[in-house]
Each structure stands twice: as structure tokens, then as C-alpha cells.
């Protein structure tokens, strides 16, 4: 087999949706590469909330399911009440204790909550595609 250069890349999927296209894609990676021999400038990286979604990614993909991250839940109140951030980016309507149909504000709010710890995994993956020691905020 020919060897073909590839370029780093990061494939990162947000939600139900998301894990389950990473599942997919990372599934075929493995069926051209097999399962634990996909290329080192590949990464993946998913996030939910929802672990039975996690778990069902872990069924379509056979390798290491080191790329899938639980994020666990947070009471949006609590968060609010005991952290004095600007929240002028939410909608004026948000309520802290009803979620249905603010899937986006939601997950933003998640995203803060969890900043450092998707940076990090971010991070991490990326000098691994690159091989490169530089911190990816580098580049931002």
C-alpha cells in the first residue's frame, strides 16, 4: 500500500448529533486504516451531556473511547447564583429552571461551565496532530 501524507486535522462534535458523527466518521477511519491504527494527525473529539448517547457512540466505533466526554449536569440556577459572570450573552427570557427548546443557551452555558476543561482537551489533541508543543491559544 502506498503511503499518503495527511494533513492534521481535528474532527470535534457537540451533542447528540455530534457524538454521533464523530462516531461515524471515526468509524470509517477504522474500516481504511483498522481499528487502533488510525493515523496520529487524526483526532477526535466529542461532548454530551448525555451519557446513553456516549455509550451508543462507543457501539459504532470499536477503538479507544478516550475521544468521548461526559459532561456531567449542572443546575443552571446554582451556576448562576454563585458566579457574578456577564450573562448579556443569554436571551432575556432564559429561565434557569426550564431548559425545553433553549438547547443553544444551554449548551453555551455548559460550554463556560466546562471552559477550561474542553480547552484542555483541545489542546491536547492538537499537539498531538501536530506534534508540536505550542499551545493552540497560540494560534487563536
Known sequence: MATREINPI?????????VKSIAHTKKMYED?????????????????TDSAALSEAFSICKSS????????????AEYHIDNSRDYGWMLNSYSFGKLINLTRTTGRLYAEFYYSSILDIIDFNFKKVTNNDSKLSNFL
Open 32 to 48: 481504511e486504516f483498522g481499528i487502533g491504527n488510525i493515523p496520529e494527525q487524526v483526532s477526535f473529539i466529542a461532548f454530551d
Open 65 to 76: 473511547v478516550k475521544d468521548f466526554f461526559h459532561l456531567p449536569f449542572i443546575d443552571p
Open 10 to 18: 481535528i474532527y470535534i462534535g457537540l451533542g447528540g448529533t455530534g
